[in-house]
């Protein structure tokens, strides 16, 4: 992709956010964090094969410390993103990153704030920002911009903050867990322009809490991907039937809880593989929403040495 990189990448972001005062236990806990949109707008300096990106997204920033004066943060956001400029056979085939349009946007920002004012403050610090479409249409290497970034934050309300403390925190929850979740999808491969395959996946897991931030597990997931016939076939592999388009695999479970949501971090290993080209390891990261005490949905990315293989759209019953 270096054939695509032409300069550095100015971006300019305007954000709304809203600090919370600790009305729920959970924002107790996780030291009173703020809650965000912003809209992003990206110079990918590359006007003939990249043009521009934007995102809208929602985030998070958790506080390190609570100083007056100066603070520490980190902020995790997931939205919508829009590239200008595609790959295209005919029009712009140098385009080897990305295949769509429409693409998710994840961030990651590592920052500080400094109150300089009652109302003002200065912010800045590092971050890393992801677009991808997960494999929904190929190429998908993806476009990966690290970031220094600074800015200015005023603040519209003069009155006091007033951050409420419960005495008392809930029972920590100590029982076992165990879900079932269906999930399902499309994907691409090479080359670009060829047809969507369907993939699913069933996955159980027994899930322990550690804290009230966090759940472990182990989990059995059995991988359904129309696109192993067509990969084993172009490479003359043998071919036996829907079987080998299955892989039942084990994997290790994280989770970290935030309300109704959950972040997830899964690391497993396929038992049986027809197709070997992507190795043994797969690991899995993303969202779930509770609906209630039993249903929730949820979507994550399932990847290979770090590169997407796709995405689940799952809804699940827990127990």
Not at 19 to 31: A, S
Not at 56 to 71: A, C, D, E, L, V
Not at 235 to 253: E, K
């Amino acid at each position: 992709m270096g054939h695509l990189v032409r300069g550095h990448t100015p971006a300019y972001e305007i954000t709304v956010s809203k600090q919370t005062f600790g009305d729920k236990y959970w924002q107790q806990h996780y030291k009173y964090p703020v809650i965000g949109y912003s809209f992003i707008f990206i110079d990918l300096r590359n006007n003939d094969q990249l043009g521009s990106a934007f995102a809208i997204y929602p985030h998070i920033s958790f506080p390190q410390n609570r100083q007056r004066k100066f603070m520490r943060y980190f902020k995790i956001g997931c939205g919508a993103g829009y590239i200008t400029k595609v790959f295209d056979r005919i029009e712009n085939n140098k385009n080897n990153a990305i295949g769509s349009h429409i693409n998710v946007f994840i961030s990651f920002m590592y920052g500080f704030k400094w109150n300089v004012h009652r109302n003002l403050s200065i912010d800045g610090g590092l971050s890393f920002m992801h677009f991808s479409n997960a494999s929904f249409t190929a190429p998908n290497l993806g476009i990966n911009i690290p970031t220094l970034q600074l800015g200015a934050t005023w603040k519209f309300n003069d009155g006091k903050e007033i951050y409420k403390k419960d005495s008392i925190a809930p029972p920590r929850e100590r029982k076992w867990h165990y879900s079932v979740i269906l999930s399902g999808g499309l994907k691409e491969i090479s080359p670009a322009g060829g047809a969507k395959y369907g993939i699913g996946s069933l996955n159980a897991e027994v899930i322990k809490p550690v804290s009230r931030k966090s759940r472990i597990g182990l989990g059995l997931d059995i991988f359904y991907d129309a696109s192993i016939e067509k990969k084993l076939k172009s490479n003359s592999a043998d071919y036996s039937g829907i079987f080998a388009t299955v892989r039942p695999g084990l994997h290790f479970h994280y989770e970290l809880k935030i309300s109704e949501f959950s972040m997830l971090f899964d690391v497993g290993s396929y038992l049986y593989t027809r197709w070997k080209e992507d190795g043994y390891i797969y690991a899995r990261t993303g969202v779930r929403y509770r609906i209630n005490k039993n249903w929730l949905v949820g979507v994550s990315l399932k990847t290979h040495k770090f590169k997407a293989d796709f995405a689940e759209w799952g809804i699940g019953y827990e127990f």
